[in-house]
């Protein structure tokens, strides 16, 4: 079964306006989480993370929320552009162990 | 720089042979791990390893191994190729057990079993 869900496979954004992709996960013992970034023909990229201490996280144009009581959290990309078009994974761990992905969602930027 | 690198890029093989994919980092991670990629499945965990003589099974395991002789290398061995190990296979890499810190990938093997 799966830890950690990406419900929607694909989203297509307006260059400039807000990307929101979303992530829930149900194993309690996570307590950290990232996002990747893939490119086709490439390796994933770390984009961002938060620890479950935290309920959001910045690093410039991309933001991370968590909700623990939900098990939810989201990343948001403001403003987006036509080179944030890849493939986006949400990813968990409990203690530093091995991640667990979700199936990724494809963001496609529109100029 | 250190990096972590995976070779070949792109394999060709026939069902039934013994295949071995290499990943080595530069990074002295302890972890290492050995993931999937497949449409509709996202990154699926094979194998991986918090050190040195580790080992461990992931979700998908069957028909795969592992060694980890060294703190560099982990290599993956599919015992006799099937078909539907045909994927994009990548290496990652992290810090230790204990510390929540990024995985850093390689940039993957695709494997074609015919």
């Known amino acids: 079964d799966q830890q950690v869900k990406q419900n929607s496979p694909s989203l297509s954004v307006q260059e400039g306006r807000i990307s929101i992709l979303n992530c829930d996960y149900t194993n309690s013992m996570f307590d950290y989480f990232l996002w990747y970034k893939k490119y086709p023909a490439e390796g994933p990229t770390f984009l961002i993370s938060i620890s479950s201490i935290k309920d959001k996280n910045e690093d410039g144009r991309f933001t991370v929320f968590l909700n623990k009581s939900a098990k939810h959290l989201s990343l948001h990309i403001v403003p987006s552009q036509p080179g944030d078009s890849a493939v986006y994974f949400c990813a968990a761990s409990a203690y530093g162990y091995a991640l667990n992905f979700g199936k990724g969602t494809s963001l496609l930027v529109t100029p | 720089d250190a990096e972590i690198t995976q070779s070949p890029r792109h394999k060709i093989t026939e069902t039934g042979r013994q295949v071995t994919l290499a990943c080595h980092q530069t990074w002295n991670h302890n972890n290492m791990f050995w993931y999937r990629q497949d449409l509709g499945h996202g990154l699926r965990l094979i194998h991986y390893?918090?050190?040195?003589?580790?080992?461990n099974k992931g979700e998908v395991s069957d028909g795969y191994s592992v060694s980890r002789s060294n703190t560099e290398d982990l290599p993956l061995t599919l015992e006799s190729a099937a078909s539907s190990q045909t994927s994009v296979y990548f290496c990652?890499?992290?810090?230790?057990?204990?510390?929540?810190?990024?995985?850093?990938f390689g940039q993957g093997t695709r494997l074609t079993v015919v």
């Open positions: 990652a890499s992290s810090e230790s057990r204990g510390s929540n810190t990024e995985a850093f």
């Open positions: 390893s918090y050190g040195v003589q580790d080992t």
